[in-house]
């Protein structure tokens, strides 16, 4: 890992290697790709529902993390239904935290289900899209097919406030 470890917009300007005949005239090699997640507001929302944010990144050689695209989805808490003595039937709002039942692996779960294609078809195919997500690389300056996409392990990480929460009783 380099100095420069973190989240950076890709700038083949800035990439030492760019010029090297080794890489054949492609910029910042990646060796690998994921999600990560994280609270959308920076911390745990106080209410009774959380969102979350989503960056789908690739990972350079040189250990820099480019965003590939930003997304998010939110969870609520549990409504219960109660019939009381009289036959009324009421609403229990918040009747569960909004991180009741969460897990890290159900969190990691719910981030597969919103990078992954919504097309039942499609995710038969190719579990993701790789030649939409090559281009998006393209886009940023990453010269790479979608071929070498798919050979890279996909992770999705939990950033270590949000597993902290989970973790937290």
Known sequence: MSKRSGWFPYDPKHDSDAGNPAHQGRSGRVVRMGAICDFATGAPDPGPSQSFSIR???????????????????????????????????????????????????????????????????ALREPHPWEWLAELARQQGIAVTADELKALPYEVVLTKRLREWLETP
């Not at 350079?60 to 109660?82: H, I, K, N, P, Y």
């Open 56 to 122: 789908e990144f690739l990972e350079l050689e040189d250990g820099r993390l480019v965003v590939t695209r930003e997304l998010g989805f939110s969870l609520s808490s549990v409504r219960e239904l109660v019939e009381l003595e009289d036959g009324r039937r009421v609403v229990l709002e918040n009747a569960a935290p909004a991180r009741a039942g969460l897990t890290p692996d159900s969190i990691r779960q719910d981030v597969l289900n919103v990078v992954l294609p919504d097309d039942d078809e499609e």
